[in-house]
């Protein structure tokens, strides 16, 4: 079926560096894609998203490019900040809807220090 | 604001005790959802709620209750907690079962003892 494949973490980054964290799906057809953010403490919420091929996603200065042919979504930022330390999720729809609007992928979480 | 709520956000409690947490939305969802996300499983799906009166079982619905009476609520309970059912659980809901983007609650950190 459907499903979203992330990098494991954690990952540490010292503040201003440079973030890439890794989506890679198994879909049939071209679904949209989504990233979610996870603050301390909260629920997730949207971060971005891209609704067909080399659409580029972007929102809080982070970006994803909906890449077709390596079937890949991965999250990039070019100066981290201590305020986006969270976990980050990579999701999308599965064809067959099912129960859910979404699959998520297990998640990442960052950590950026000063 | 438009907002998914639940309650309590901590609760600890003793093995056998019923309990229910909260959800409402004020979005007019047709569709809600409870999950439960444990460290290296990522998120999995209690129940869900296509709308009033209309729910089903999702990927771990062993030991859990639902109910939607009304649209804004959909309750989650444990009719007799056990301690695998510690755990912190998030409440979505999400405009309708096609709609891609769902709306979270802050989630409820439950230790059962």
């Known amino acids: 079926g459907d499903s979203v494949t992330q990098m494991e973490g954690p990952v540490t980054l010292s503040e201003e560096a440079f973030l890439t964290i890794n989506c890679t799906y198994t879909?049939?057809?071209?679904?949209?894609l989504f990233w979610y953010v996870q603050y301390p403490g909260e629920g997730l919420q949207l971060l971005l998203k891209?609704?067909?091929?080399?659409d580029k996603g972007s929102n809080k200065g982070f970006e994803a490019t909906y890449r077709k042919e390596t079937t890949s979504f991965h999250l990039e930022k070019g100066s981290v900040q201590v305020s986006d330390s969270a976990v980050y999720f990579c999701?999308?729809?599965?064809?067959?809807?099912?129960?859910?609007?979404?699959?998520f992928g297990k998640g990442t979480r960052l950590s950026v220090i000063a | 604001e438009a907002q998914v709520t639940q309650n309590p956000r901590y609760l600890i409690t003793v093995t056998g005790k019923k309990l229910t947490v909260t959800c409402s939305q004020n979005?007019?969802?047709?569709?809600m959802s409870w999950y439960r996300q444990d460290p290296g499983l990522g998120l999995r799906q209690i129940y869900y709620?296509?709308?009033?009166?209309?729910?089903d079982k999702g990927d771990v619905p062993e030991g859990y209750k639902v109910s939607r009476k009304e649209k804004r609520n959909f309750p989650l309970i444990l009719e007799s907690p056990s301690p695998n059912q510690t755990s912190l659980y998030f409440c979505?809901?999400?405009?309708?079962?096609?709609?891609?983007?769902?709306?979270f609650g802050p989630g409820t950190r439950l230790t059962v003892l």
């Open positions: 709620s296509m709308n009033v009166e209309v729910t």
């Open positions: 891209a609704t067909k091929a080399d």
């Open positions: 879909a049939t057809g071209y679904p949209s």
């Open positions: 979005m007019n969802h047709e569709y």
């Open positions: 979505a809901s999400s405009l309708s079962q096609g709609s891609n983007e769902q709306f």
């Open positions: 999701a999308l729809p599965p064809l067959n809807s099912g129960n859910t609007p979404l699959v």
